[in-house]
């Protein structure tokens, strides 16, 4: 079954979502530990979701594409869930990410 561009849009958009909404579930996972294990985290995120709308022209601030990932603002978010970073977590990241 050939999948067209609409179906394959909307299929995108709903994995998109369900990493959204199991990232804001997962509050004990820390940025810090997402990029160092995967390479990227919530903030990438939303700067390409930032990156996206630019693209196409819709307006949308840094704070507003935040907001869309973590389900709050940033700064309420980090206040809430975000530990200090351990030095090692600073170190494997320095190592693992030097353009970050």
Not at 9 to 24: C, G, I, M, N, P
Request: with cysteine.
């Amino acid at each position: 079954m050939a999948i067209d561009d609409k179906i394959q849009t909307e299929l995108e958009a709903a994995a998109f979502r369900r990493l959204v909404d199991h990232l804001r579930g997962r509050t004990d996972v820390q940025n810090i530990d997402l990029m160092n294990l995967a390479g990227f985290c919530r903030n990438c995120l939303s700067n390409w979701l930032k990156d996206a709308a630019d693209a196409k022209g819709v307006a949308m601030t840094k704070d507003e594409s935040r907001e869309a990932i973590y389900g709050m603002p940033y700064e309420t978010w980090k206040s809430l869930h975000q530990a200090e970073a351990k030095p090692e977590q600073i170190e494997a990241m320095k190592k693992a990410h030097s353009g970050h």
